[in-house]
């Protein structure tokens, strides 16, 4: 729970909330990530409603959390584009997704940016503007979930909603070391949304970290009338026990082509695992590979037409070219082929559930590379079918799936999915921890940030309060290194009088804080965040020279763990700390 409206009567806590949410969204300066911002004021009445139900001892399980909602989800009141404009209508009720997580105390921000018509991997097929990678912006975000997975990067929100048919949620998780969770289909009602693939479409989550995203499936799973393709799970399907669960792993040589480094990070994640204890177990994974491909070189894809190739004929001015191609292609697709193709697919899955027969979940990577804007403008279909290698299978052959981080390449998020048998949901989020973790202290810290306390108020038992003053602050490039780590923001401060603060040289760009004689440097800006110890031994394990851990000194005269920098890397680099801190040098019209 946040400082947002847990308090009975806290009504400058929801007003300053609420004024810090629209505040990041500025700072953020990326407008290529919305489409449609709600109005303040709606957003401050609802973030009201939520404080008063909460103060009258309402059960909101996920009060005090801002989210955000791919632009062809219905929320009441916003024109629903798909990120066409001529298509848009204004919405008159909400998806039944989005009621669920407002009856459950969440706050919609607004409609998040999407490759059109939820067509496309890459995140740049939008008349909105190309959705650029949240940390290089040369690089594209993914699709085509594209805006709520920068919006989620960037801390703009605490979680968004996506869709995923064919990877659009889990791929843009990957490229930001997010957590994307692809539901069994059916399991979360598809009412409200625009269909890309009605029958194999997913309404999808992505959160920084396991366990905000597993407790906002929780409020989004259940039956609902108004999706004819609603489903019940089975008893029992809950259980999220990994306790002897096999996990499948490809055989050698069948992942394909991947980026440099890639391979190896996945040799790591797997080496990990068995590290761990978990029981891998080698299979043939060219069953999935074949199925992957069917989805776009087969028959299926004519259902795309069928969700509105009508509008594309009438409007063919209105619509991204490469979308526009992909839809009309689909209208000469011959009945004869669906049906021959939906025989192979069912031989494919016979031979799908013959492999779940010996294990409980498959890893894989979740995509093959992560490339740059250019590279897609200059081969638009070739690298957006490769992107799709690992995951255009999961949604024809009825599996669940979940996307987590797996590491760093470079500079690079590199990703992988655990994938199951449909329902399998809550086992292979259980088996996904045993990747990333476990968050001792429970749910992630919400977008919102908490009130300015004292140093280290408000650590739990367990918990390193860890202090930091450049790229890891809310908002900046890697602050996803913390919340990935379920890491939880406690309170922005300053340092005592003795630091001075420099310029570095880096990619991406960050600052060196060096401790200097009293009374010899100035008040420096820092967050506090509070890391499990496992998850703060993995972070210091993990930082780059000249970056280093050691005990900082704040303004009230209590110590923390905080970033210092060796003062070897300070000499060719420019004195910011007049400036006050980093966020502060970064807004100055101009900079050194």
Known sequence: MSGLVTETGAADAVLDAVAAAYDRIAAADRPEVWIH????????????????????GADLPLAGLFFAAKGNIDVRGLVTTAACPAFGQVAQTDATAVARLRAAGAVCLGATNLD??????????????AVRNA???DYISGGSSSGSAVAVALGLVDFALGTDTAGSGRVPAAFHGLVGIKPTRGLVSAAGVVPACRSLDCVSVLAAGLDLADRVLQVLAGYDERDPLSRVAPAGSSASTAAGARIGIPRPGQLGELAPGWADAFEAVVARLRTDGADLVEVDIEPFLRTARMLYEGAFVAERYAAVGAFVDAHPDEVDPVVGAIVTAAREVPAYRLFSDQEALDAERVLSRQVFTTIDALLLPTTVEHPTLAEVAAEPFAVNGRLGRFTNFANLLDLAAVAVPG????E?????QLVGPAFTDARLSALARRIVGTDPAGLPAP?????ATPAAGGAQAGEIVLAVAGAHLSGQPLNHQLTTLNGRLLATTTTSADYRLYALDTVPPKPGLVRVAEGAGAPIEV?????GEAAFGRFVAALPQPMAIGRLLLADGSQVEGFLCEPIATHAAADITATGGWRAHLARPSRP
């Open 37 to 56: 911002l709600r109005p303040r004021a709606d957003v401050l009445a609802d973030a009201q409603e939520v404080a008063r139900l909460l103060a009258d």
């Open 116 to 129: 059109q018509f939820a067509t496309g991997l890459v995140g740049t097929r939008s008349p909105y503007g």
């Open 135 to 137: 940390f290089r912006p």
């Open 407 to 410: 590491g760093m390449v470079g």
């Open 412 to 416: 690079t998020h590199f990703g992988v």
């Open 447 to 451: 977008a919102t940030p908490a009130p």
């Open 527 to 531: 967050e506090l965040w509070a890391l």
